[in-house]
């Protein structure tokens, strides 16, 4: 038995590597010739047909391009704005995949196990899509499956992402990828077991219960695998629809304000960071508190990485090289000279500049993109200079966690005080006190300490 499921699992590898190749070959084509042959390259109608390929290849490499679509200055504007509605628009599949996969899941009787379950998907993504469902007691439910044969794509995907990687570092030595590369493929394994999501939903249940503007989806068990996560539906408008009607500032506010506790109370009192940060995962119920929906991707980081990010907030307020240093070894940066902690400090200064500031303002002094963009081409050019850095495994999520969230109060255009804000959370910071409420939290609900992790 256990031979047929490994030529299964290969054959499915197998399949995997056929299609990537397919999708995306002539692709490649058409750059590397604008490359070394310097013909022209229709990079909208290029990007238009990278996003088809990705989606309809789903998975990890789908992933990835979310990841670097919202990384400032990571891919061209064509490319981003494409990429970017792969995380709320990937192409669904159809009810009879559904009911093979259900049945799969749940046994040939699935069917019995809800009084209603919609055929459509309300929404689809690069792993699994949602369905609606009532539930036999007349709960309304959201039932997130999983694509079949993802686990195959996942370790065929990783293999086409490290020689992606690899040519990336061949030709651009400004940054060395490989932590990169081994955090995303650690955090996409993971993202496959949704029994491990439902542990991280009772967990931000838990380091949230004093939030009363947070909301955390209750998940139903005993409909529930590997596979398959099962949660009560909670009512809300799309974060973007909230934006997209101009509420007044005084809405807008407090709306940036519940979605700053959101993210950074489990952050600074646990160590745990949301790391999947578009805007299709929140939603605004009538009263402006938050629902939080997709708990795949979360990364927990030791009490030593949090007291570095504060550490490093001090560095900048006071000038204390030394502090910086020790800060960014904890942050995971190795052999850090002069040159590179100014190159760093360019990243950072931008990165913290809201909180240095003790007065409502923007969370850009432009409210666009552009402006981080331009840091992150000056930092570009800069690590060239001084020889490039190894981004630590630790920066990744962490870093996409602030760029996703500084885009979404970007949209919200909310003057707040970031610095009080910040504050609130780091006032009463003490390393052992931050430890021992991990320990605590997170044995009781299934997770390692964060040193064991990786």
Request: overall charge negative.
């Given at each position: ?22 999708s995306l070959g002539g692709l490649a084509v058409q ?87 919609e055929r459509e998907a309300a929404a689809a993504a ?168 997709d708990f795949g991707c979360v990364r927990f980081f ?153």
């Amino acid at each position: 038995m256990t031979d047929r499921m490994d030529e299964n699992r290969l054959g499915s590898r197998l399949r995997r590597y056929t299609r990537v190749g397919t999708s995306l070959g002539g692709l490649a084509v058409q750059l590397g010739a604008n490359r070394v042959l310097g013909t022209k390259l229709d990079q909208t109608r290029h990007a238009s047909a990278l996003k088809d390929a990705l989606g309809d290849l789903k998975g990890p490499l789908m992933k990835a391009a979310q990841l670097l679509a919202s990384i400032p200055d990571a891919l061209p504007k064509e490319y981003a704005e494409d990429l970017r509605q792969l995380q709320s628009n990937a192409p669904p599949m159809g009810w009879t995949f559904v009911k093979r996969r259900m049945k799969a899941e749940l046994g040939s009787d699935w069917q019995g196990r809800f009084a209603e379950f919609e055929r459509e998907a309300a929404a689809a993504a690069s792993l699994g899509q949602v369905h609606r469902a009532v539930l036999p007691d007349g709960t309304k439910v959201a039932c997130k499956l999983q694509y079949p044969d993802m686990s195959s794509a996942v370790e065929a995907d990783l293999r086409q992402l490290a020689w992606a990687f690899g040519l990336y570092r061949s030709y651009d030595k400004a940054i060395d990828p490989s932590g990169v590369f081994e955090e995303l493929s650690a955090r996409l394994r993971e993202e496959l077991d949704y029994i491990r999501e439902a542990r991280h939903l009772g967990l931000y249940e838990e380091m949230l219960s004093a939030e009363s503007e947070v909301h955390i989806p209750p998940v139903h068990h005993d409909v529930s695998t590997e596979r398959l996560l099962t949660m009560t539906w909670v009512e809300g408008t799309p974060l973007m629809d909230f934006i997209r009607a101009e509420p007044s500032e005084e809405r807008r506010q407090t709306v940036a304000r519940n979605m700053f506790r959101a993210w950074y109370v489990p952050f600074y009192n646990f160590g745990v960071i949301h790391g999947d940060p578009h805007f299709g995962n929140y939603s605004i119920r009538d009263d402006l508190s938050i629902n939080m929906l997709d708990f795949g991707c979360v990364r927990f980081f030791p009490a030593r990485f949090v007291k570095g990010v504060i550490d490093l907030y001090e560095a900048l307020q006071t000038g204390d090289e030394a502090l910086a240093v020790s800060a960014y070894e904890a942050w995971g940066f190795k052999d850090i000279q002069r040159e590179l902690i100014d190159v760093l400090h360019m990243w950072a200064g931008f990165i913290f500049s809201p909180l240095l500031e003790d007065k409502p303002r923007l969370i850009s002094e432009t409210n666009t993109g552009e402006y981080g963009a331009a840091v992150a081409r000056d930092v570009h050019q800069e690590l060239k200079r001084v020889g490039g850095v190894k981004l630590p495994r630790e920066f990744v999520f962490m870093d996409r966690a602030a760029v996703g969230l500084g885009s979404v109060f970007m949209h919200l255009d909310a003057e707040m005080n970031w610095h009080q804000m910040f504050h609130e959370l780091i006032t009463d910071f003490d390393l052992d006190a931050m430890e021992a409420r991990q320990a605590e939290l997170f044995v009781r609900h299934g997770q390692p300490m964060p040193s064991e992790l990786d």
